[in-house]
């Protein structure tokens, strides 16, 4: 019962990637833009190519990824901009109207500031405590703004 698991997982262990050219031509009866993995019939045939429309080779490329810059410590450095101007936003919502008129847009970009600490993290984790010292005042005088904008008012403040 186990050999057949274990062969499934040896065979895609060797199993090459998926990996191939696109092809794009305008299809004559219909006018249409296709795409496929698959030449069309024609390509390749000098004879029916003349007599064709022609094909366009998009050459498989190797990583969907945005490339990153071969230097090293770009990536990070660029993370750490980032970083460092989520805090700078957030420093400046200084009064109460502030916290009022940014709305659920403060809650979006908290979301996406604790993406760029998880991964800065993740990518440097020495630097964690540093930027942890860095952010402590930011986000206390965020948490202060947030909690007056939307916890009701105490009766001894009235």
Same mark, same amino acid.
């Given at each position: 019962?186990?050999?057949?698991?274990?062969?499934?997982?040896?065979?895609?262990?060797?199993?090459?990637?998926?990996?191939?050219?696109?092809?794009?031509?305008?299809?004559?009866?219909?006018? $249409?833009?296709?795409?496929? $993995?698959?030449?069309?019939?024609?390509?390749?045939?000098?004879?029916?190519?003349?007599? $064709?429309?022609?094909?366009?080779?998009?050459?498989? =490329?190797?990583?969907?990824?945005?490339?990153? %810059?071969?230097?090293?410590?770009?990536?990070? !450095?660029?993370?750490? #901009?980032?970083?460092?101007? &989520?805090?700078?936003? &957030?420093?400046?919502?200084?009064?109460?109207? %502030? &916290?009022?008129?940014?709305?659920?847009?403060?809650?979006?970009?908290?979301? !996406?500031?604790? !993406?760029?600490?998880?991964?800065?993290?993740?990518?440097?984790? !020495?630097? #964690?405590?540093?930027?942890?010292?860095?952010?402590?005042?930011?986000?206390?005088?965020? =948490?202060?703004?947030?909690?007056? =904008? &939307?916890?009701?008012?105490?009766?001894?403040?009235?």
């Amino acid at each position: 019962m186990r050999a057949p698991g274990i062969w499934l997982l040896a065979m895609l262990a060797v199993s090459p990637a998926a990996q191939a050219d696109l092809y794009r031509w305008i299809d004559p009866q219909s006018g $249409s833009v296709k795409y496929s $993995s698959l030449p069309p019939p024609w390509y390749g045939d000098a004879e029916r190519e003349r007599r $064709s429309p022609a094909v366009e080779v998009i050459p498989y =490329q190797v990583s969907g990824a945005v490339p990153l %810059d071969r230097e090293k410590g770009k990536p990070l !450095a660029a993370l750490e #901009a980032r970083w460092r101007s &989520f805090l700078r936003d &957030f420093s400046t919502l200084a009064a109460k109207e %502030d &916290f009022e008129r940014a709305g659920r847009g403060i809650e979006q970009q908290l979301h !996406a500031y604790r !993406a760029v600490v998880v991964e800065l993290n993740r990518q440097d984790p !020495a630097g #964690a405590a540093r930027r942890r010292a860095e952010e402590t005042s930011v986000m206390e005088k965020l =948490q202060k703004g947030l909690e007056a =904008q &939307f916890s009701p008012a105490s009766p001894v403040a009235r």
